[in-house]
């Protein structure tokens, strides 16, 4: 360069070429092995190209290598650069490929989403289906990509050109259909700022309904179990139906909850969950409908960052048959992801709910990501998305993290 041609400063760089100026699509693929990419770039450089785009993809060994560049620059010719690209190709005993064109890639629709599925298995025909739907919301499939294999295959639509909305309300059917999990959130939810995760307990974080195991004690299990069904079912006052369950409680001693907390198990994928989102900056808590005496031993054991519930009333070393307190009931529970969020200095567009039951639907409602967890109907039907596998550590997925990422942050999955 010229004296009289100084270096162009960081704040006037040179304008983009138009829509109509000539590029070239260099497609390589063949068997993968290092150093493919830089060797391509290392060709194409004797020629003085501008990269426009890049897309890399490696499955099962084979590697499709894409390079959108600008045309070589004059004094230099199209057919050496293909000559030697070909050449270079042909050497690694891989295949070349390259079209003229004119331009960028078309501009994407308004409108971005993006649209996880859990299949296990997912089909060729479920795939083909989502698909089918996407395009028929006027959305298009600017890119796909697979987030794990294990314990179910979840792969990732990145969709423009239509609403998120729409694209939930045209999905929905499909996923309960074809037997998958579909979630829609939107492209403009930053999934991978600070963020805060806060779970329903019973029948999410952990297996059991505390308040049986608690009853199985006192000998009146299928009473209660009854009315929890009920309840959760939302043909009963959540209120109403706890203190007729708690009052089967009586006379219990206190010694009772060492027991209940050793009974406990985990969801599958539970501890997984947690310690992967801790270890990626997420805060994590928990709300139930059942007793701090069980669930602040799970913020002790698990490391949780907030946890609240009903407290059972202790008097002389025997339970009373009340709880004390306020009771944490659908309302409470979406008022206390609202709490845990502001101290934890979340917006509330950046929390994510998890539960299974219908006083958890105020709090689903509230995130800014609602999921139903092995949910009754009820529930599936008014959440964001649901999960229908019983691996509580799927959830990941629907933040856009992959496996590879949950292993290298969790070292040890359940």
């Known amino acids: 360069m010229s004296a009289s041609q100084p270096p162009r400063s960081p704040e006037s760089p040179e304008p983009p070429r138009g829509t109509d100026a000539p590029t070239l699509l260099v497609k390589i693929f063949g068997k993968d092995r290092p150093g493919i990419t830089a060797g391509l770039f290392d060709t194409l450089a004797a020629y003085a190209v501008d990269v426009v785009d890049i897309e890399q993809v490696v499955t099962r060994g084979r590697i ?22 070909h050449s270079w190709a042909e050497s690694l005993k891989l295949q070349a490929e390259i079209i003229s064109g004119t331009g960028d890639n078309r501009p994407r629709g308004d409108g971005r989403s993006h649209v996880t599925v859990l299949g296990h298995p997912l089909t060729a025909e479920s795939t083909a289906a989502i698909a089918a739907r996407i395009t028929s919301t006027g959305g298009n499939i600017d890119r ?40 829609v959130v939107s492209a403009g939810l930053s999934r991978r700022a600070q963020r805060l995760v806060v779970m329903d307990v019973d029948s999410t974080l952990i297996q059991d309904e ?3 195991l608690f009853a199985a004690h006192a000998g009146c299990e299928a009473e209660v179990a009854s009315v929890t069904e009920q309840a959760m079912r939302g043909e009963l006052d959540f209120e109403q139906s706890l203190h007729a369950r708690v009052a089967l409680l009586a006379g219990l ?8 907390r050793a009974e406990v198990r985990l969801t599958p994928g539970a501890r997984t969950l947690i310690r992967t989102l801790k270890r990626l900056g997420y805060q994590v808590g928990v ?28 008097v002389d070393g025997r339970l ?35 539960g299974d039951g219908a006083n958890d639907l105020d709090m689903l409602n509230t995130a800014g990501l609602g999921v139903a967890f092995n949910a009754k109907p009820v529930v599936r039907e008014a959440a964001h998305t649901a999960v229908n596998v019983p691996f509580l ?21 359940d």
């Open 64 to 85: 499709v290598l894409c390079a959108l560049v600008t045309s070589p620059e004059p004094g230099t010719t199209e057919g050496d650069l293909r000559a030697t690209v």
């Open 144 to 183: 796909i990509f697979r987030l794990a294999k294990y314990p179910v295959t979840a792969v990732e639509f990145a969709v423009s050109g239509t609403g998120t909305e729409d694209l939930r309300t045209a999905l929905a059917p499909e996923a309960a259909g074809l037997g998958v999990d579909i979630a």
């Open 210 to 212: 505390v308040i049986e």
């Open 253 to 260: 001693d206190v010694s009772v909850v060492e027991k209940v």
């Open 287 to 314: 709300v139930s409908g059942g007793f701090t005496q069980v669930t602040d031993d799970l913020k002790e054991r698990l490391g949780l960052d907030f946890a609240s519930a009903n407290t059972l009333e202790v």
């Open 320 to 354: 009373t048959g009340r709880v004390v307190g306020d009771i944490v009931d659908r309302a409470g529970k979406a008022r206390l992801l609202r709490s845990f969020a502001e101290q934890a200095g979340v917006p509330l567009a950046q929390t994510v709910a998890i």
């Open 393 to 413: 550590d799927t959830v990941l997925y629907l933040l856009g993290i992959t496996r590879e990422e949950v292993e290298a942050a969790d070292g040890l999955v």
